[in-house]
């Protein structure tokens, strides 16, 4: 599955727009993790374990997009985007969207 922020793919011509695809997954802080990072706030530095739990979300949520496309018949996703929104106090979601298509070699 070819995954690109742009409107078309170098070198691929789209034969068919099959519509808009999504994955989300809602992510909620632990307390340790927040104990940790509220020390490393003192201290200065990354935050490795958010910067973990981030970097999964994104996985999961891309591999949530690719079967989505994968049910539509796409072999490709344009315009990717990624959006944040808080949930609630302490739980956030991660949404990753864009259109599914079709394309083949030029």
Do not use: C
Request: glycine letters at 10%; zero cysteines.
């Amino acid at each position: 599955m070819i995954l690109v922020t742009t409107p078309e793919i170098a070198g691929r011509k789209i034969v068919k727009s099959l519509g808009l695809v999504k994955g989300n997954t809602i992510r909620a802080r632990h307390l340790g993790r927040d104990f940790a990072a509220m020390l490393r706030g003192l201290i200065g530095g990354e935050i490795t374990d958010y910067t973990k739990m981030l970097a999964e979300s994104r996985e999961q949520s891309m591999d949530r997009m690719k079967k989505d496309a994968e049910r539509l018949g796409a072999n490709a996703i344009t315009m990717v985007r990624f959006s944040t929104s808080s949930m609630m106090q302490g739980a956030a979601e991660l949404l990753v969207y864009g259109t599914a298509v079709l394309v083949e070699d030029e």
